[in-house]
């Protein structure tokens, strides 16, 4: 995601500095023209507009707050836009640090998937301060189609959240009725094309089908591989049901599906696209 997100700034002429702890990523942004950084902290001391992209809270702290992190150099009326999906909480505390720096932190997390992101076309949703909210939508709308501002920071990861713990349910629902579908002799791309003229129809089953044939480009036709983990929804389904604990939200669906996910996680699919609940039935009929 932070690859692509990267490299459509230095299309649009933004001279970037980039690290990853993955060297194979910040290789090929430098054949881009990208400069790297060995650190975090280096990133910081050579820029004052900065976007993260990380999987987890603890990553989050880590590069803000480590030792070599960015807040360790971080110059005086910088930008910082995190578009991780993480705990709100986290995204408050950062925000708090960085105002003690004389920085201004956003929380703006994505939707759209990775190919969304080559092209450009994500969704972003941005917790933080109104005014500076023009500054970052500079930067965030050439990387995405839509660019919303939700509300104080932490905002933005609270509809991020919801939007995955919907779209961890209905990708549940697409795979179980394509699965149902086809038992009952239906062609799945005649199944799908009906799901989607009809009052079915929702973005797993027209966009990112789970089932391997339906769809080109998507990743149930390329063994999983690709897109968005497993293992990430889990955890983003994980910070949903901890969001709806504190907030004493009934989610009765929201629950099943991250018991589900979590299975597949300990059945070996942590690393396969979050698509691969349709592969996880089919081993579940075999047994």
């Avoid at 230095?10 to 790297?36: C, E, Q």
């Avoid at 995955?164 to 094309?193: Q, R, V």
């Avoid at 599906?257 to 592969?279: E, I, W």
Wanted: aromatic share 6%; charged share 15%.
């Amino acid at each position: 995601m932070g690859n692509h997100m990267a490299r459509n700034l230095i299309k649009n002429g933004y001279p970037i500095v980039v690290f990853d702890v993955n060297t194979d990523s910040t290789n090929s942004l430098k054949s881009d023209g990208a400069s790297v950084a060995s650190s975090p902290a280096e990133v910081a001391s050579a820029v004052t507009k900065i976007v993260t992209m990380l999987p987890e809270s603890s990553h989050v702290q880590e590069v803000y707050n480590g030792s070599k992190g960015i807040f360790s150099t971080v110059q005086k009326d910088s930008i910082l836009i995190d578009s991780s999906t993480i705990d709100p909480s986290v995204s408050q505390h950062m925000a708090s640090e960085a105002q003690k720096k004389g920085s201004v932190y956003l929380d703006a997390p994505v939707s759209g998937g990775v190919n969304a992101a080559r092209d450009a076309l994500l969704t972003f949703m941005v917790g933080g301060p109104e005014t500076h909210f023009n500054q970052a939508n500079e930067l965030l709308s050439l990387m995405g189609k839509n660019v919303v501002h939700c509300g104080a920071v932490g905002t933005g990861q609270a509809a991020k959240i919801c939007n995955n713990m919907l779209l961890g349910i209905s990708m549940i629902g697409t795979a179980e009725t394509m699965n149902l579908g086809m038992k009952l002799g239906l062609d799945p791309k005649m199944l799908a094309k009906i799901l989607n003229m009809s009052s079915g129809r929702c973005w797993s089953s027209e966009v990112y089908n789970p089932v391997p044939g339906v769809l080109e480009g998507v990743p149930s036709s390329n063994d999983y591989k690709g897109g968005f983990g497993t293992a990430l929804m889990t955890k983003d389904l994980g910070l949903a049901q901890s969001a709806a604990t504190t907030t004493k939200a009934p989610t009765p669906l929201g629950s099943v599906a991250h018991q589900l996910y979590r299975t597949m996680v300990n059945h070996g699919l942590g690393g396969k696209d979050f698509s691969s609940a349709y592969l996880f039935l089919q081993d579940k009929n075999q047994k």
